[in-house]
């Protein structure tokens, strides 16, 4: 079955600590997203990658890191510097980068913090 | 900025009744419209998307869209609820000339025996 993965399913984070949200998927599309909800809201793009080994910014990037080193996966760092993380992790991805493109999205990961 | 307005936050509706969930947008060049549906601790899934030609788009599980770009809005509709449609609904908007796209708040759907 093609389709996106993200793990954990829930991550609990200390004060101070750094933790990475996995994102894999198998759909072999080029661009990949990582937005963040919460209640309430819509969502809100943190980081975009149009392709492999490119990523850009997006609106609420502070204190949030990523890397595209494969086609596949897109990894995004909660830093200690992002001081509300606590929030509903979402990772998507389109065939191609476009505005008209679907954007197909993974299960979550619901982030905590102790 | 194109931004999204979603009128309703909650719409409590009875099983086998028809529902309408408001979106209403701005923005000052063409743009594509989009439905997303999430169900209770997981991801968005597509339910309709207009990108061109007739203004009523129909899309998955029995819903459909119509396109206004006069009132710039893009309600969502569907004549006949099951309890299984209960869940939160996105209205997003894409910028044409680029990819920056903006969700509404969300429709919390209710649908009760």
């Known amino acids: 079955d093609g389709g996106i993965t993200q793990s954990p399913k829930y991550l609990f984070r200390k004060e101070g600590q750094n933790v990475t949200l996995s994102c894999e998927q198998n759909?072999?599309?080029?661009?990949m997203y990582w937005y963040r909800q919460d209640p309430g809201q819509g969502l809100r793009l943190i980081y975009y990658?149009?392709?492999?080994?490119?990523?850009q910014k997006g609106d609420i990037a502070e204190g949030y890191s990523v890397s595209r080193e494969k086609k596949e996966s897109f990894p995004l760092t909660v830093t200690s510097a992002q001081k509300n993380p606590t929030a509903f992790y979402l990772c998507?991805?389109?065939?191609?980068?476009?505005?008209?493109?679907?954007?197909?999205f993974g299960p979550g990961t619901r982030l905590l913090v102790l | 900025a194109q931004s999204v307005t979603q009128l309703d936050s909650q719409v409590p509706v009875f099983e086998e009744a028809p529902v309408e969930l408001r979106c209403n947008y701005s923005?000052?060049?063409?743009?594509?419209l989009f439905w997303y549906v999430q169900y209770p601790n997981q991801g968005l899934q597509l339910l309709l998307k207009?990108?061109?030609?007739?203004?009523l788009v129909k899309g998955i599980n029995g819903f459909e869209a119509e396109f206004n770009k006069s009132q710039t809005s893009f309600h969502l509709r569907k004549p006949s609820v099951h309890i299984s449609d209960t869940a939160e609904y996105f209205c997003?908007?894409?910028?044409?000339?680029?990819?920056?796209?903006?969700f509404g708040a969300g429709t919390r759907l209710t649908v009760k025996p």
């Open positions: 923005s000052s060049v063409s743009v594509y």
């Open positions: 990658s149009q392709i492999v080994n490119d990523f």
């Open positions: 207009y990108l061109s030609g007739s203004t």
């Open positions: 759909l072999n599309h080029d661009a």
């Open positions: 997003a908007v894409n910028i044409r000339i680029n990819n920056d796209m903006r």
């Open positions: 998507a991805s389109s065939l191609r980068w476009g505005a008209e493109e679907t954007q197909y």
